[in-house]
């Protein structure tokens, strides 16, 4: 399905000449051209751009601009929501972003990040690959930990759990758990306990 051609059908139909109201149907991938691929409709696209991206993104505001001057720009979008950003220098990514902006690929969409590149035949500079590089190590490390924890997650065992994690845990006559202290499963890799499929508001009650 292409993505960017049903992304223009949709403008088509509302008569808008840039996307305020994201469609909250819409997922998969958007390709915003650059200045030198589409220069008749650069300020659109930029306004485009600016509209599809997250709110933690400087192409919100003003990096839109220069950054299509430079290169496309594509935007994964979940039910109208972007999640990842793809900035291109030339025919080259420079970058891959999630929505927290932080320089990494964020793991859950790990896959997806990398099955555009592939498809795509993209180049990707140095800082790329390394950003894939530690994505894979994070997803590696998460699997690990889901496949040491299956049986304690689904019966709920969060004893075991935490200990897993080196938390000393001490019971009261009254069944209630004191604990030596509490942090993510894995701080030097990003992991929360989100990622390994724990709600910590259950974790702690």
């Keep these: 399905c292409n993505f960017d051609k049903l992304y223009r059908n949709n403008l088509q139909k509302n008569h808008l000449e840039t996307e ?3 469609d909250e149907n819409l997922s998969g991938w958007v390709v915003i051209p650059s200045k030198e691929h589409d220069p008749q409709n650069f300020e659109k696209n930029v306004e485009k751009l600016k509209a599809l991206s997250h709110h933690n993104w400087c192409t919100k505001t003003f ?9 496309d720009f594509h935007v994964y979008l979940e039910k109208g929501k ?6 291109f220098d030339g025919d ?3 970058e891959i972003q999630g929505e927290k902006n932080n320089s990494k690929i964020p793991v859950s969409y790990f896959d997806i990040a990398k099955k555009h590149v592939e498809e795509g035949k993209y180049n990707i500079n140095q800082g790329t690959k390394s950003e894939f590089d530690e994505a894979e190590k994070i997803k590696t490390e998460i699997e690990k930990i889901k496949k040491d924890l299956a049986e304690p997650i689904k019966q709920k065992d969060y004893q075991k759990i935490l200990e897993y994690f080196d ?7 009254n ?3 004191t604990i030596s202290n509490l942090q993510e499963p894995n701080k030097d890799l990003d992991i929360s306990f989100n990622d390994i499929g724990i709600d910590i508001n259950d974790l702690l009650k």
């Design 92 to 94: 080259e990514i420079q």
């Design 20 to 22: 305020t109201q994201l």
């Design 63 to 71: 990096n839109a601009e220069p950054y299509l001057a430079k290169g």
């Design 175 to 177: 069944g209630l758990m």
């Design 82 to 87: 972007p999640k990842l950003g793809v900035r």
């Design 167 to 173: 938390v000393e845990v001490e019971k009261d006559e």
